[in-house]
């Protein structure tokens, strides 16, 4: 039976449909593999080879793998919840009642969400002190560096945006601390609260706006950046340095000696 199994599954990989799908071809050669990868829009990111020591845990404490595990969690359970809330003010808050006691399975869903974003702010500090602390922010890693950091700001702000739209007191209240807060920022402090907003207290704009980002942009410039991390990391060689590794030179003064080709 396994194979009956396998030569079907040899005979579709052989169609035209197939190949033109993946054009890498059959094979189980490291060419074959090297090509699947680097043919693939979603492989390409990550190297075709990595060093034994980068799989085990303790490198990594697989902290970068759970946190992007959340963040596609996020996504899963996100989009559900979105068929079952209007960003208005009358409706949001009945809306997450709704969600608590008259949706199937609703609750769960939506503790499943909010757990998840809790998780995932923990691991991405997790990851940037792992990050810190093996030194993997030096060159050539350091715009990588950069990266993460930004990664760090973006999944704040997700879960500050997220934190208005159940429109209940504490969420109310939370939003209205964090927006005077900065309105202090001296110079442009009054022109970010009423970017943050859309005016000058909380209200259906604001819910509006943090909606559209918490649902929309911030998720997609999370996706985006992402991307060039993962795709960065194959491009520095892997995740941490090692001995075996050129290290960075600073240029200096060519000795005469190579200037003139001529070795005492």
């Known amino acids: 039976m396994a194979k009956t199994i396998a030569s079907y599954f040899d005979e579709l990989r052989g169609t035209r449909v197939w190949r033109s799908v993946f054009r890498s071809g059959t094979g189980s050669s490291t060419l074959h593999r090297a090509l699947a990868v680097q043919q693939n829009v979603f492989l390409h990111l990550f190297s075709t080879k990595v060093r034994t020591r980068m799989l085990s845990f303790s490198t990594t ?3 970068g793998t759970l946190t992007f595990g959340t963040f596609l969690l996020l996504v ?5 919840l979105m068929f079952y809330y209007h960003p208005s003010v009358p409706q949001a808050y009945a809306d997450t009642k709704d ?10 869903l939506r503790n499943l969400h909010r757990w998840s974003a809790h998780a995932m702010v923990f691991l991405v500090f997790a ?5 810190f602390y093996r030194g993997a922010y030096r060159p050539p890693r350091e715009f990588n560096w950069v ?6 700001l973006i999944t704040l702000l997700l879960s500050y945006t997220g934190y ?3 429109w209940d007191q504490l969420a109310f209240w939370a939003i209205t601390v964090g927006s005077n807060i900065a309105s ?6 009054n022109k970010v609260h009423f970017l943050m907003l859309g005016g000058n207290v909380v209200n259906a704009n604001a819910l509006l706006r943090f909606y559209v980002l918490h649902c929309m942009i911030l998720p997609l410039v999370a996706i985006l950046f992402v991307a060039v991390h993962f795709w960065r990391i194959r491009k520095d060689g892997g995740l941490y340095s090692h ?5 960075t030179v600073t240029a200096g003064p060519v000795p005469a000696a190579a200037k003139g080709g001529q070795f005492q």
């Open 61 to 63: 404490w697989y902290l």
């Open 76 to 80: 899963v359970t996100g989009i559900p």
């Open 99 to 108: 969600l608590e006691f008259v949706v199937s399975s609703g609750l769960f």
């Open 127 to 131: 990851h940037m002190f792992k990050v």
């Open 147 to 152: 990266i993460g950091v930004i990664l760090l």
């Open 164 to 166: 208005l739209l159940p």
């Open 184 to 189: 202090a920022v001296p110079v442009m402090g």
């Open 243 to 247: 001995q075996s590794e050129p290290q």
